[in-house]
C-alpha cells in the first residue's frame, strides 16, 4: 500500500503564488512517475504536470511558463510551484504517483487539496 500525503493549497487572489507538495509513503517502493492532476467542478479531471525518475517533466499548456514541477527521488517528494495564477487555475488538485512496492505495480493518488483563486 502506497500513500500520498498531499499538503499546501488554499486561497489566493488572482497573480498570486501557492506551492504544493506530495509525499509517498510505503514499503519498498520504486517511483517511475510522479504528477499533479486537477478537476474543476463539472469537469474531468486533467494532467497538470508530471515528471519521470529521470527529471523529464510535462506540462497542460494552460499552464506552461506559470507552474513548476520538481521531485526529490531520495525523499519520494513531488512539489508543484504555482505561479500567477488565474481564477481558471481554481480546482481540487490531486498528487499522483506510479511504480513499484516491491514487485508488485502501484498506481496511488492523493487524498486531494483545493486550490482556489479569488479576489
Known amino acids: 500500500q502506497v500513500q500520498l500525503v498531499e499538503s499546501g493549497g488554499g486561497l489566493v487572489q488572482p497573480g498570486g503564488s501557492l506551492r504544493l507538495s506530495c509525499a509517498a509513503a510505503?514499503?519498498?517502493?520504486?517511483?517511475?512517475?510522479m504528477g499533479w492532476y486537477r478537476q474543476a467542478p463539472g469537469k474531468q479531471r486533467e494532467l497538470v504536470a508530471a515528471v519521470t525518475n529521470g527529471g523529464t517533466t510535462n506540462y497542460a499548456d494552460s499552464v506552461k511558463g506559470r507552474f513548476s514541477i520538481s521531485r526529490d527521488n531520495a525523499k519520494n517528494t513531488v512539489d508543484l510551484e504555482m505561479n500567477s495564477l488565474k481564477p481558471e487555475d481554481t480546482a481540487v488538485y490531486y498528487c499522483?504517483?506510479?511504480?513499484?512496492?516491491?514487485?508488485?505495480?502501484?498506481?496511488?493518488w492523493g487524498q486531494g487539496t483545493q486550490v482556489t483563486v479569488s479576489s
Open positions: 499522483h504517483a506510479e511504480g513499484y512496492s516491491g514487485f508488485r505495480p502501484f498506481g496511488s
Open positions: 510505503g514499503r519498498l517502493i520504486r517511483i517511475n512517475a
